[in-house]
Each structure stands twice: as structure tokens, then as C-alpha cells.
């Protein structure tokens, strides 16, 4: 059987050369969505599906797509797959975890960074063509050294941005689903603590993980009325991890200084509110975006799907039960 392969992004041409060489391959060759009907109708006769975590890889995808044996999606998140039913169908789902820890954990720190030092705002001001006195108590922010640092999933990413804050002398705890580890507690001089307890403690808090039933929500209202009135919250991991209404009713609010996010409920459709408010920083969803890992996501995801089609264990595949 010729294997085919549908990618549903322009991705990098140098790096979807090995793909083109062994199988028939078919690229939606812009850089957005492919629309849903166009994806259904392309997906049908391939056996392997490159995604991207903007694409919806569910039940009615599989119901299409027959011959379809491997989905390989070029991000670390997987809330977009519906891995279940492709267990149940016996399709392979991998991603691309480790090549985008660091890259994330940067820009969970200038994230950080800017809400303390209302970088977005001084930077309006600049360009709005208000600065035109020298200034002593305008736009004063937070300082971040000898802070304390909440970080709530101590994952990968997690410890990355605890590795940065420690450089930057702050205090570090962390909450994480599987407890305490002892083992990186010194080499972080990090602390561990439970929820309620580091979103009281905390002068920032950082979200670092994945989106699935259990972490849905996870910073609600309840959660939220915890933080300090001073501390600052920062999102990279995924927008439906926090209540968003609950959020910007805190921030309206000025229940909590600032937050700062990265992903959203909805996006790229963000709530109007959010696009007003001076105490919040809004990124388009960019944490992986460098060159270089962006390139190295392709890679690993091409890596990944080449492996599947060729009958060979996937370097990242998240349902090895498949193989039985
Ligand atoms: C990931 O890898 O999950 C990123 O959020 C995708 O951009």
C-alpha cells in the first residue's frame, strides 16, 4: 500500500524533504487552519496526518479518514486529539515533547517580566506619543527579585522557568498533581506546596499544565479570590486551564494586579473586555514560536509520522497500546 500523508500547515520545505521523498504527500501550504470541510475531504484516502494543535483531530475526523494509521501533531499539548477514539480505532498519536521546554519556560518569563515592569503599557505610551516630560512615579512596576514564584505543574516547563527564576533570585514553590520531589527540591531550592496554599503564598503564579478533564477550570473564581491583591498570574499552558469570565471580572475588579496570558478560551477570539484593560499582557499563543524549535517541532513531528508508516515505534507516540 502507498502511504500518503496529509500536512496541514506549510510547516518548512526543508524539513518535510525526508516526507516527500518516501511517500506521497499532499501540504495545505499557508500558515493558518485548514478550513474543516477541506481538511475532511483531503484527510479521507491518508494514512498519516501531520496536525497542528490548532486542528480539531476527533471522532468525526476518524470516521473519514478509514486508512488512517499515525497522527503526529507538531506541538506537546494533545487536548486538540481525541485520543480515545483513535485507540479505539488503532491509530497512533504522537507529539513533540522536550524540544519546546526551554523556548516555552523564556517566554513565561518575559511574560512575567512584562506584567511586573508594564513593559506593553510603557510601550503604548511611547508610541502614542505621551512621553513628554522626563517622569519619576509614572508607570512604576513590581519588582521580581526576591519575589516568590507559584508554579502550579512542575514538569518540564515548569522546572525550566524555576531554573530562570532561581537565577533571578526569586523563591520558588510549586504545586504538582504527582506531590513532592525531594530530588530537584535542592537543585531548584524549590518547595513543594499544596494548591490553595502557593495561590495565598505566591507574588506570581505560573500555569504549566496540560489541559485535560482535571485541570479544566482548575483556576476558577475560588481559586482566584486566593491570590494576593498585589500577585500577578501568567498562563502559557492553555486558556481553558483558567475561567476566563472569572478572570476578568477579578482583573476589572483589581482583585489581582496583573495577569498575563499567552492562550485564551476561545482563540484567536478573544473576549473584547481583554483587549481594553491596561492590566493585562495578551500574546497571539506564541510560546514555542522561536526558529529554531518551531523547526525542531517539524522535524520531530515528520520524524515521528516517517517511523509510524514505516512499522516502527514513533519517538513520542502517547498510545504505544496501539502496537499490541
Ligand atoms: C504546544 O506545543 O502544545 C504548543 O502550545 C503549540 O503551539
Redesign the pocket.
Known amino acids: 500500500m502507498t502511504e500518503s500523508v496529509l500536512v496541514t500547515n506549510e510547516l518548512f520545505e526543508e524539513v518535510l524533504s525526508p516526507l516527500l521523498n518516501r511517500f506521497e504527500v499532499e501540504v495545505f501550504q499557508q500558515d493558518k487552519p485548514m478550513p474543516r470541510e477541506l481538511f475532511k475531504q483531503k484527510v479521507e484516502d491518508k494514512t498519516g496526518l501531520i496536525a497542528?494543535?490548532a486542528d480539531r483531530v476527533d471522532k468525526e475526523i476518524f470516521d473519514v479518514a478509514k486508512p488512517l494509521r499515525v497522527v503526529s501533531t507538531?506541538?506537546?499539548?494533545?487536548d486538540h486529539i481525541d485520543i480515545k477514539a483513535a485507540t479505539e480505532r488503532g491509530i497512533m498519536i504522537t507529539?513533540?515533547p522536550g524540544v519546546?521546554t526551554e523556548t516555552?519556560a523564556d517566554l513565561a518569563f518575559a511574560l512575567m517580566m512584562t506584567a511586573a515592569r508594564r513593559i506593553g503599557e510603557a510601550e503604548r505610551y511611547v508610541r502614542a506619543g505621551k512621553w513628554k516630560i522626563p517622569m519619576y512615579r509614572r508607570l512604576l512596576g513590581t519588582d521580581i527579585h526576591g519575589k516568590t514564584l507559584g508554579i502550579i505543574g512542575f514538569g518540564r516547563i515548569g522546572r525550566a522557568v524555576a531554573k530562570r527564576a532561581a537565577g533571578f533570585g526569586m523563591k520558588i514553590v510549586y504545586y504538582d498533581i504527582a506531590g513532592a520531589d525531594e530530588t530537584v527540591e535542592s537543585d531548584l531550592n524549590s518547595r513543594f506546596m499544596l494548591l490553595d496554599e502557593l495561590l495565598s503564598t505566591a507574588d506570581f503564579v505560573s500555569l504549566h499544565v496540560p489541559l485535560e478533564k482535571s485541570t479544566e477550570r482548575l483556576i476558577d473564581r475560588k481559586k482566584l479570590s486566593l491570590m494576593k491583591r498585589s500577585a500577578f498570574l501568567i498562563n502559557t499552558s492553555?486558556g481553558r486551564v483558567i475561567d476566563e469570565r472569572a478572570l476578568i471580572e477579578t482583573l476589572k475588579d483589581k482583585r489581582i494586579a496583573s495577569a498575563a496570558l499567552d492562550?485564551f478560551e476561545t482563540e484567536p477570539h478573544l473576549p473584547p473586555e481583554l483587549l481594553e484593560m491596561e492590566n493585562v499582557v495578551l500574546a497571539p499563543?506564541i510560546?514555542?514560536?522561536s526558529h529554531e524549535t518551531r523547526k525542531r517541532?517539524a522535524e520531530l513531528a515528520v520524524e515521528n509520522c516517517t517511523l509510524a508508516l514505516e512499522g516502527k515505534k514513533p519517538r513520542y507516540l502517547l498510545n504505544p497500546e496501539v502496537l499490541k
Not at 507538531?74 to 494533545?78: C, E, L, P, W
Request: hydrophobic share 50%; proline share 0%.
Open positions: 497542528m494543535a507538531v506541538s506537546v499539548g494533545v507529539n513533540t519546546l516555552t492553555r492562550v499563543h510560546g514555542s514560536a517541532m
